[in-house]
């Protein structure tokens, strides 16, 4: 299996990401959780990262807290979509789990130097301030991370904060620029992409059906999130971000694009959090993501819906 390590805000769409993961041991060994502020405050985001940990039966996976605030600009929350908890609709116990007591800056530094070259790939749900400050902190990690599989950006689609940043590259435009620019390979699974996996009203049914605690759960949280995003977007199911992270991981097949040079601006008037995506090469940059522009939704939903199944 691929070993993960999973930076998080959940947030409905990253706990989601979460249970698709931890429902895929035979591809993915998710070693760690590592949780930021973004969607919600980082006592939050950690709160609901254990209460999803422990909903698939997995608490034996260490999380750990993380940075709570972006690493140069005052935090910006999503509470207007995610709800005051940052996981309403999901229904669940507080959590008996806790973080460890190491920050998650430090967890990620240590463990990648522990780590042979190439060895763990990070897949990163939210902000990039953690990763960011890692790499700044001990540049030497950057060889042993395979690549980055991130939720971040936008080009054809536009933004969903601004109208061309989106949201986890707005927050923290300076540690976006750090990751991008740290010669890691990335894989960018944009709102180019994120938009067309709509949880339409069918696709939900098919995921309640499963009828157990995580499909649930899921369905609960995508039906809460759907509120606020079908108003914008007026389209038959809101989009689905995260788990397309994973989604790729499992099925990379599903996902198509290409090579591409991306950089984040993070001082223009109107455009700072931009992704500045050289989708047709215009500058001659070498490329440093795999971008993903088109994906198969309805092969995603039925994997998505496999996969909840499992977790019983
Ligand atoms: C991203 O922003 C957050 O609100 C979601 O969890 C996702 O990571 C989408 O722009
Ligand atoms: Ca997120």
């Given at each position: 299996p691929i070993r993960i390590i999973i930076d998080t805000d959940p947030g409905q769409d990253d706990a989601v990401a979460l249970l698709l993961a931890l429902a895929s041991?035979?591809?993915?060994?998710?070693?760690?959780?590592?949780?930021?502020?973004g969607n919600t405050g980082i006592e939050n985001t950690t709160r609901n990262a254990a209460a999803i940990l422990e909903l698939a039966g997995r608490s034996d996976i260490p999380l750990y807290r993380g940075c709570d605030i972006p690493l140069v600009r005052p935090p910006l929350r999503a509470e207007h979509v995610h709800g005051e908890s940052g996981l309403?609709?999901?229904?669940?116990?507080?959590?008996?789990?806790?973080?460890?007591?190491?920050?998650?800056?430090?967890?990620?530094?240590d463990y990648l130097r522990a780590q042979p070259q190439g060895a763990i790939t990070l897949v990163t749900l939210a902000p990039m301030t953690n990763i960011a400050l890692a790499l700044r902190k001990a540049p030497d990690i950057a060889p042993r991370i395979a690549r980055i599989v991130s939720m971040i950006g936008a080009c054809f689609e536009g933004g969903n904060i601004t109208p061309n940043a989106e949201f986890n590259a707005f927050v923290d435009p300076e540690a976006a620029k750090?990751?991008?620019?740290?010669?890691?390979?990335?894989?960018?699974?944009?709102?180019?992409?994120?938009?067309?996996?709509?949880?339409?009203?069918?696709?939900?049914?098919?995921?309640?059906?499963?009828d157990n605690a995580a499909a649930r759960c899921v369905a609960g949280m995508l039906g809460f999130s759907e509120r606020f995003d079908l108003k914008k977007f007026e389209s038959d199911g809101a989009p689905l971000h995260d788990p397309c992270t994973i989604g790729?991981?499992?099925?990379?097949?599903?996902?198509?694009?290409?090579?591409?040079?991306?950089?984040v601006e993070t001082q223009g008037e109107f455009c700072?959090?931009?992704?500045?995506?050289?989708?047709?090469?215009v500058t001659g940059?070498?490329?440093?993501?795999?971008?993903?522009?088109?994906?198969?939704?309805?092969?995603?939903?039925?994997?998505?819906?496999?996969?909840?199944?499992?977790?019983?």
């Open positions: 041991p035979d591809e993915l060994t998710v070693e760690a959780v590592t949780t930021v502020g309403d609709g999901a229904a669940l116990p507080p959590p008996s789990k806790q973080a460890e007591a190491t920050h998650a800056v430090d967890f990620l530094t750090i990751v991008f620019g740290a010669g890691i390979p990335m894989v960018v699974l944009p709102l180019d992409v994120t938009h067309q996996m709509a949880a339409t009203a069918a696709r939900l049914a098919a995921i309640r059906a499963v790729w991981l499992l099925r990379p097949d599903l996902f198509q694009g290409r090579e591409v040079n991306i950089c700072a959090g931009t992704t500045i995506v050289d989708y047709w090469r940059r070498a490329p440093n993501a795999l971008y993903l522009r088109d994906g198969n939704a309805d092969g995603f939903y039925a994997l998505l819906t496999e996969r909840l199944a499992r977790l019983g």
